[in-house]
T-cell receptor, first 113, second 112 residues
Framework: EAQVTQNPRYLITVTGKKLTVTCSQN?????MSWYRQDPGLGLRQIYY???????DKGDVPEGYKVSRKEKRNFPLILESPSPNQTSLYFC????????????FGPGTRLTVL | AQSVTQLGSHVSVSEGALVLLRCNYS??????LFWYVQYPNQGLQLLLK??????LVKGINGFEAEFKKSETSFHLTKPSAHMSDAAEYFC??????????FGQGTTLQVKP
C-alpha cells in the first residue's frame, strides 16, 4: 500500500530533550516536506526537500533540523525542544512538480512540557 | 506573495443541505489550487485539484470546485451534505518549489 508513515504518533517530552520524528514514504517520491498544524493557523511548512541531499527552509524552520540521506526517509529533529514547539506535525511527499498531489502521513502530536 | 484566505473558520449545515466553503487566493502567476480534507485524528487527504483546463473540477465524495480567475476564488461545494462530511477542510495553493500555502481551515459541522 502506498503510504507515508510517521513515528511516533504521540510524544510527550520535556524541554531540552532531543528528539527525532521519523518519516518514510514508499512511493519513490522526490519531494518531501514537514508541516506543523496549529489552531487557527492552518499548516505551515517547516522544511522541505526536493531530492536526496537537497533540503531548504520553509516558513517556520527555527528550532528544527532535517536530513535527506535516502530518498524514502526525511526525519525531523528537534535538538532542544521548547514548549512553543508543541504542535501537530505532518510529513508529506509527492512527485516533483507543483501540480502534483502531496500525500500526507497520519501526523505526530508532540507535547513539550 | 501568494496567500490563501478561507472565509469562515466554522460552517454548520443541516444534513441534505448545500455545502459551500469559500476560498480566495492571491497569486502572481497562474495557480495550482487544491482542496484537502482532514478527518479527526487523521492526515490530510486530497479532495480535488485545479491545474489547467476545465475550471469546474470534480473530486471525491461528491465535492466540486470552480476556479474563477476574475474573482481569484476556488470555492468548494457539495449539493447535499452527509453526516460523514463533518471534517476540517483546507484550501491550498502550490508554489513552483512544491510548497503548499494553506488557508486557515474551515471546520464543517453537519447537523442531523
Amino acid at each position: 500500500e502506498a503510504q507515508v508513515t510517521q513515528n511516533p504518533r504521540y510524544l510527550i517530552t520535556v524541554t531540552g530533550k532531543k528528539l527525532t520524528v521519523t518519516c518514510s514514504q514508499n512511493m519513490n517520491h522526490e519531494y518531501m516536506s514537514w508541516y506543523r498544524q496549529d489552531p487557527g493557523l492552518g499548516l505551515r511548512q517547516i522544511y522541505y526537500s526536493m531530492n536526496v541531499e537537497v533540503t531548504d527552509k520553509g516558513d517556520v524552520p527555527e528550532g528544527y533540523k532535517v536530513s535527506r540521506k535516502e530518498k524514502r526517509n526525511f526525519p525531523l529533529i528537534l535538538e532542544s525542544p521548547s514548549p512553543n514547539q508543541t504542535s501537530l506535525y505532518f510529513c508529506a511527499s509527492s512527485l516533483a512538480g507543483e501540480y502534483n498531489e502531496q500525500f500526507f502521513g497520519p501526523g505526530t502530536r508532540l507535547t513539550v512540557l | 506573495a501568494q496567500s490563501v484566505t478561507q472565509l469562515g473558520s466554522h460552517v454548520s449545515v443541516s444534513e441534505g443541505a448545500l455545502v459551500l466553503l469559500r476560498c480566495n487566493y492571491s497569486s502572481s502567476v497562474p495557480p495550482y489550487l487544491f482542496w484537502y480534507v482532514q478527518y479527526p485524528n487523521q492526515g490530510l487527504q486530497l479532495l480535488l485539484k485545479y491545474t489547467t483546463g476545465a475550471t469546474l473540477v470534480k473530486g471525491i465524495n461528491g465535492f466540486e470546485a470552480e476556479f474563477k480567475k476574475s474573482e481569484t476564488s476556488f470555492h468548494l461545494t457539495k449539493p447535499s451534505a452527509h453526516m460523514s462530511d463533518a471534517a476540517e477542510y483546507f484550501c491550498a495553493v502550490s508554489l513552483n518549489t512544491g510548497k503548499l500555502i494553506f488557508g486557515q481551515g474551515t471546520t464543517l459541522q453537519v447537523k442531523p
